[in-house]
């Protein structure tokens, strides 16, 4: 029996998706966890103090973790350390509280702890409005409560699940292809039939929207590769070694770049010419749109068993350049809609290479 899906069903399945609920499970699980340790192993007077710092830490990666949970853990203790000289030499009132937000939030502005520098502002405020003037000889006691939520936030992260979200970038890299595939599909149908300037219009709206869900790409390749970095699941372990499973995503989205600037040139080109859709050359039209066609079939799915476009462009442009009764003065555009289309086959070549060896390393 089939398995129906919607909507609803498919973006709950999505890995971006249920990353971000496992995210929501590791961050209650670590605040929870370090509560529960000050409460009943620290009998912590300010139980409050290593949970915030935990949830502080909890990054989508276990690399941002742990360079959140450094810069946590060093604002924090500057924190503890601010409110502790303000607690022991002056008075806690309302200037020497506005004194602590001035130091804590110039402290935030430093480079290397300009991420989580509010820390130390925000610490102080939590120390100093909870009387920390009376509690000076705990200092110790609150600098662990800080490595303690730092400690178990990284451990948590790093132990259950941590994120590796090769998948996620790889279905949008896919999806990209997928889509300027649809669009030469779509572009060959109708410029199969009769067309006119709306449609190119259509075009060119559906290659700019590809455009700027390209930059979304990129951050999720970015955070991708970045999820790499101190993760335990990145080795596979095959033959008892540990190998690699490396992709270049960024190659992918700089070809899907080129690939989106040939493709807006190739709408333009036939938007902008006058009366293209009428005076055709008949047996330039039928192979043209038919390459095309097979172009972006290629590119929505690269497993399709279709003839290497490339040598047909070329064997095309050989027999119009033969054809006498072509008209000179059509070169011009067809030279451009066959370079346009040739830039475009190299890419889709590169696109179902690299897709094929994808698919071949993550099915072995």
């Given at each position: ?30 605040a929870?966890?370090?509560?529960w ?13 290593a ?30 350390g601010?409110?502790?000289?303000i ?95 649809e ?17 190119a ?34 080795i ?57 066609h ?33 008209a ?25 290479t ?11």
């Amino acid at each position: 029996m089939a398995e129906i899906t919607t909507p609803l069903v498919e973006k709950i399945r999505s890995p971006a998706v249920q990353s971000d609920a496992l995210q929501v499970f590791k961050s209650a699980l670590a605040a929870t966890v370090t509560w529960w340790i000050s409460v009943n192993l620290l009998n912590s007077q300010l139980p409050f103090l290593a949970p915030w710092v935990a949830l502080m830490t909890m990054q989508f990666t276990v690399y941002h973790t742990f360079i959140s949970g450094i810069q946590t853990a060093i604002a924090s203790v500057i924190g503890v350390g601010l409110s502790f000289v303000i607690g022991t030499y002056l008075d806690v009132n309302v200037w020497t509280f506005g004194l602590a937000m001035v130091i804590g939030l110039i402290g935030a502005r430093v480079p290397k702890l300009r991420a989580e520098g509010i820390g130390i502002a925000t610490t102080s405020i939590f120390l100093l409005a909870s009387g920390f003037d009376d509690q000076q000889p705990l200092l110790y006691d609150r600098i662990l409560e800080i490595l303690l939520g730092v400690a178990v936030a990284i451990a948590i992260n790093l132990i259950i699940f941590p994120p590796l979200r090769d998948q996620e970038a790889n279905m949008v890299v896919g999806s990209l292809d997928r889509r300027m595939g649809e669009v030469l599909q779509k572009m060959a149908d109708e410029l199969a039939e009769k067309w006119n300037i709306n449609n190119a219009d259509e075009w060119l709206e559906e290659i700019n929207s590809i455009n700027n869900d390209l930059e979304k790409a990129w951050h999720s390749v970015r955070f991708a590769r970045e999820s790499r970095r101190i993760n335990p699941r990145k080795i596979r372990i095959r033959g008892g070694r540990p190998q690699p499973t490396e992709t270049s995503y960024e190659s992918n989205l700089t070809r899907i770049d080129e690939g989106i600037a040939h493709l807006r040139h190739l709408a333009r080109t036939l938007r902008d010419t006058p009366n293209i859709d009428s005076d055709w050359d008949p047996v330039f039209q039928q192979q043209w749109v038919s390459l095309m066609h097979d172009a972006g079939a290629l590119l929505a799915d690269p497993n399709q068993e279709i003839d290497p476009i490339r040598d047909r462009l070329s064997n095309l442009s050989s027999e119009m350049s033969e054809d006498k009764q072509l008209a000179s003065k059509k070169w011009p555009i067809y030279g451009s809609l066959l370079t346009s289309l040739f830039h475009l086959s190299a890419l889709v070549d590169d696109a179902v290479t690299t897709r094929k060896a994808e698919d071949k390393e993550h099915n072995s």
